[in-house]
Nanobody, 116 residues
Framework: QVQLVESGGGLVQPGGSLRLSCTAS?????MKWYRHSPGKERLMVAT???????YYADSVKGRFSISRDNVKNTVYLQMNNLQPEDTAVYFC?????????????WGQGTQVTVSS
């Protein structure tokens, strides 16, 4: 098992920035950020593999950046030019590279609110 601890959410004005962090209790996992807001489907925002290869949802490309520090077992999501539609609870997710998606682990979630 792996435990995930998230931080960094909050309230920001449109056009602002936030950085989310997720620290895992173990190393070597594929790390992802998902978000979920009422009335919308859960969205995989960004993912990064153990070697640093990353992917993004089309809606955040060019604005969000995912990175990882393998020494600290921490993944970051830098979110720039935030818009009201980015408002959601953001969840960190981890799974072993060849595990099924259903065998992953979730953080507790952190609220991001973009509003003037």
């Amino acid at each position: 098992q792996v435990q995930l601890v998230e931080s960094g959410g909050g309230l920001v004005q449109p056009g602002g920035s936030l950085r989310l962090s997720c620290t895992a209790s173990r190393s070597g996992y594929v790390m992802k950020w998902y978000r979920h807001s009422p009335g919308k489907e859960r969205l995989m925002v960004a993912t990064i593999g153990p070697t640093g290869i990353s992917y993004y949802a089309d809606s955040v490309k060019g604005r969000f950046s995912i990175s990882r520090d393998n020494v600290k077992n921490t993944v970051y999501l830098q979110m720039n030019n935030l818009q009201p539609e980015d408002t959601a609870v953001y969840f960190c997710y981890a799974k072993l590279p060849f595990a099924m998606e259903s065998d992953g682990y979730w953080g507790q979630g952190t609220q991001v609110t973009v509003s003037s």
